[in-house]
């Protein structure tokens, strides 16, 4: 009888890996796809395609609207696109979490499900967009709600993620957890500049000026977090390779951040392609921070487990 429980659990263990590769597989997927999304969403906004389809969910009231596909229709069009596939993908998600729940951790079909709502959440805010004619703070917070998805699908797929701390991050993972708010919060003034044009009416002597400095004075906070974060990294001798590369690429994308800003806002925006970058850059930043967090704190329990 006990030859033939081993075997069994021989022969669960397998499969309960492969389905949990497979699933980390399909996480890390929509978390690069979700990147994407917020890149077609940056450069939509640029080209001042935001209702280039005046009705939603459909564009112009068809699935395709052919006749009057042009630049700003696509762009408008393609996200709206990639943001239901982005859904679907989700949906299918959390349908194989619940399914193989009995081979998969217990947290994982709740985390997966808290995932859904949020881009449930941010299909409804990308339709008051339209119908609400970009109103700037709805514009604000389905920027938000993106940043706060992505985020779930990188806390999900790192805990997914094979990874054997060896107790030695110590405190690093709130100075990670500040670093990762203070990005985000300078993101989201990012989007409160970009959805009411700051930028330009600063320029002109707008009163828009004090959003404006807002964020640029917001690079300040945001900057060092990070960059006290990788020279925390750098003088832990003992830390984890991974958290090592990540603290050090987080500082790497953050001095790119804000060579992008520097170079946007002394072109005054003219080069759309560096707009769009800066706002993918700052995702991404915001996604690595998320990554190490987790990572320090899967350290921490490691430790506290041993002791």
């Not at 042009?70 to 943001?83: G, I, K, P, S, T």
């Not at 399914?99 to 997966?112: E, N």
């Not at 707009?275 to 993918?280: K, P």
């Not at 996604?287 to 506290?304: E, N």
Request: glycine share 8%; aromatic share 8%; proline share 4%.
């Amino acid at each position: 009888m006990t030859e033939s429980i081993l075997q069994r659990q021989i022969t669960i263990q397998p499969d309960s890996a492969k389905i949990q590769k497979w699933m980390r597989w399909l996480v890390w997927k929509i978390a690069i796809a979700t990147v994407l999304l917020m890149a077609v969403g940056s450069a939509t906004r640029v080209m001042n395609a935001g209702l280039a389809c005046p009705d939603w969910p459909l564009c112009y009231g068809q699935l395709i609207p052919s006749q009057q596909m042009n630049l700003q229709v696509f762009l408008e069009w393609f996200h709206r696109l990639d943001a239901a596939l982005i859904g679907m993908s989700t949906m299918a998600l959390v349908g194989l979490s619940w399914w193989y729940r009995t081979s998969l951790p217990k947290w994982l079909p709740p985390a997966c499900t808290l995932a859904l709502g949020l881009i449930v959440f941010q299909g409804v805010l990308g339709g008051l967009t339209v119908t609400q004619l970009l109103r700037f703070d709805i514009v604000t917070a389905h920027l938000g709600a993106a940043m706060l998805f992505l985020c779930s699908l990188v806390v999900i797929a790192t805990m997914l993620t094979p990874y054997q701390g060896n107790g030695t991050a110590g405190k690093l993972s709130w100075v990670g957890l500040i670093a990762a708010l203070l990005i985000y919060v300078q993101s989201l003034m990012g989007g409160l500049v970009a959805s009411r044009w700051a930028v330009h009416q600063c320029l002109g002597g707008s009163e828009l000026c004090v959003v404006m400095n807002s964020h640029l004075l917001g690079v300040i906070p945001a900057t060092g977090g990070t960059l006290i974060l990788a020279i925390l990294a750098w003088r832990t001798a003992a830390l984890h390779p991974v958290l090592k590369n990540l603290a050090y690429t987080a500082a790497g994308i953050v001095a790119f951040q804000v060579f992008l800003g520097v170079a946007t806002l002394r072109l005054h925006l003219q080069v759309e392609p560096l707009t769009v970058a800066h706002h993918t850059v700052g995702a991404t930043l915001l996604a690595v921070l998320v990554a190490f967090t987790v990572f320090s704190l899967r350290d921490r329990v490691l430790l506290a487990t041993k002791s």
